[in-house]
């Protein structure tokens, strides 16, 4: 299958590379010279605009920071919509919000394209292993003809409802994600200043009723998880600028519809206190620096 693949960051570059090992022709494109080249090396063939990517392919898959990048991508001149053949596939991996992916797959329809909203869970190890989970919005002929590329990088493939339904599921996870990252750098951080060796504590934890995804695979105390962010000084995984973003859209999106979120607002606040210090671009798990000092 030709695929095309936008956005080459932490997660699309090991998105790629399992999109080739099953198989499939991946022409990429990226901003940045050095990921586009590190694609390549790979196996994937490089193009020199979006607008060239999306002629040429049957599938164009992007993962993209912002929704303000996903709607210059989407829709400008030069972009996947105006470009891509009749029939296209358009699956979108980004984190955005479900306001904007449906405007978007109103706007892929008019072009005769097929556009789902599909963004992902898991992580950079999850990616890098093949196991991202998808959380798919669109329709039911979109979601099955995503499934195979999907399943391609992922071990969960979720059909969550009509489009938007996606960024809403996605929203609702990262809001945890966000506040779990907070709440076991605490945990962890009074463990330790109480005697207790961190390991040992973590030990205990995930055998026990405090057991998460952060506390077990993304534990934010440093050595604890061997090859994880937290023990490679917080350096590649999801940064907390993106964290940031993420928590914004959560509660923009929780205004519109009077839901209140006073752990997600406080989470922000702790997040955006790292940013402000100058960690904007290290992972979550940094946050536990904050609690240690």
Not at 79 to 85: C, E, L
Not at 116 to 128: H, L, N, Y
Request: proline share 6%; charged share 15%; with cysteine.
């Amino acid at each position: 299958m030709d695929i095309g693949f936008i956005g080459l960051g932490n997660m699309g570059i090991p998105m790629v590379r399992n999109l080739l090992v099953a198989g499939n022709q991946v022409h990429v494109f990226d901003m940045s010279d050095k990921a586009i080249s590190e694609a390549v090396e790979y196996g994937a063939v490089a193009t020199s605009s979006i607008s060239e990517l999306a002629k040429k392919v049957d599938v164009i898959v992007s993962m993209l920071p912002t929704p303000a990048i996903v709607k210059e991508v989407m829709v400008s001149p030069e972009g996947v919509i105006p470009n891509a053949r009749e029939g296209t596939l358009v699956i979108d991996c980004s984190t955005s919000d479900p306001k904007t992916a449906v405007q978007l797959e109103a706007l892929a329809v008019t072009r005769g394209l097929n556009l789902i909203d599909a963004p992902v869970s898991g992580g950079v190890p999850g990616a890098k292993a093949g196991t991202l989970t998808f959380m798919v919005g669109g329709t039911e002929a979109g979601f099955l003809a995503a499934k195979p590329v999907l399943t391609a990088m992922g071990q969960n493939v979720v059909h969550c409802g009509p489009p938007g339904s996606g960024q809403a599921a996605k929203l609702c996870n990262n809001l945890l994600l966000g506040v779990s990252t907070i709440a076991v750098s605490e945990s962890m951080c009074l463990g330790v200043r109480l005697g207790l060796d961190p390991s040992v504590l973590a030990n205990i934890i995930n055998s026990s009723s405090g057991r998460c995804w952060v506390s077990e695979v993304y534990n934010p105390y440093p050595g604890v998880v061997s090859g994880s962010p937290a023990s490679n000084d917080f350096l590649g995984g999801f940064a907390c600028d993106l964290m940031i973003k993420d928590l914004s859209l959560a509660l923009d999106a929780a205004h519109g519809v009077h839901q209140p979120l006073p752990m997600t607002a406080a989470s922000k606040q702790f997040f955006q206190i790292m940013s402000h210090q100058g960690n904007g671009a290290k992972d979550i798990t940094a946050i536990v620096r904050m609690f240690q000092q």
